[in-house]
């Protein structure tokens, strides 16, 4: 029998603690029965909790992810990635923890790898760690290949950062970096605006190498066209924004100051 949840309503499966006990998984997940329940099963052998935002899916992905040990955020209608990253985030706010991990609910992350992205935040001191597949693009289309090179030398500059895969949706936050964000994106260009606010705040951002999962099972719910012509809105904006803010900085220099 389905089961009907509430808009935004939290649903937990009590299980056995893991390594990682401060380290929060967030799983946005759009009808993603069939991969959900091994990246739920594989992430909690990783981290201490696991939330998976099932974003108006049609079929049995809440379900399926609340067998498998997660804690499920509902959303009646399907709302975005960026949007379902931000209900998670909001949920956060009165819970402990150290870092959230973000990862994809389509098998083309592989949850083991959550140790890397830890381990480089406590090392490297870094309050954003993203993952970085073009170091092992095996398997990866090549159109997918070349645009994510684009963005991510056009996003590297204007962050003022050096990451080979900045478009790549697996990484890590530490709290203060959660807790400094200001989302508006509702797609996937939320990826770009995570990594544009933390970096203009001035936290230390890097990257580790991850593997680059292509298979038959591993679906994607990314539209190239239209998360493309996204991407470059959200940049213009960004830049238009920045320019902004540095001309209003330069007046406020230049203004006299008053003696008594």
Not at 140 to 149: A, C, D, L, V, Y
């Amino acid at each position: 029998m389905p089961q009907f949840f509430k808009d935004g309503e939290i649903l937990t499966k009590k299980r056995k603690g893991t390594f990682y006990t401060d380290v929060i998984a967030v799983i946005p997940a759009h009808n993603a029965e069939k991969t959900i329940g091994i990246v739920v099963r594989k992430t909690l052998r990783k981290v201490g909790r696991c939330i998976v935002i099932n974003d108006g899916s049609d079929d049995g992905t809440a379900n399926v992810a609340l067998d498998a040990g997660a804690e499920v955020i509902v959303h009646v209608s399907n709302r975005g990635k960026g949007a379902a990253i931000r209900t998670a985030l909001n949920c956060l706010r009165k819970i402990s923890y150290k870092y959230v991990v973000l990862l994809d609910a389509d098998g083309q992350h592989e949850p083991g790898e959550i140790a890397r992205l830890v381990q480089a935040a406590q090392r490297r001191r870094a309050h954003l760690v993203c993952g970085n597949r073009m170091s092992k693009p095996e398997g990866m289309p090549f159109i997918r290949r070349t645009t994510n090179n684009v963005m991510s030398k056009i996003v590297s500059k204007l962050c003022r950062v050096n990451l080979a895969d900045t478009q790549c949706g697996y990484r890590l936050l530490s709290r203060r970096a959660v807790e400094s964000l200001r989302l508006t994106k509702s797609n996937f260009e939320v990826d770009t605006e995570i990594l544009y606010q933390v970096s203009q705040k001035g936290f230390k951002v890097t990257e580790v190498t991850i593997s680059s999962i292509y298979t038959e099972k591993s679906s994607s719910n990314i539209h190239p066209f239209s998360d493309t012509i996204r991407f470059f809105r959200l940049v213009f904006g960004l830049l238009i924004s920045k320019s902004i803010s540095m001309k209003k900085s330069k007046v406020e220099n230049k203004k006299p100051e008053i003696k008594n």
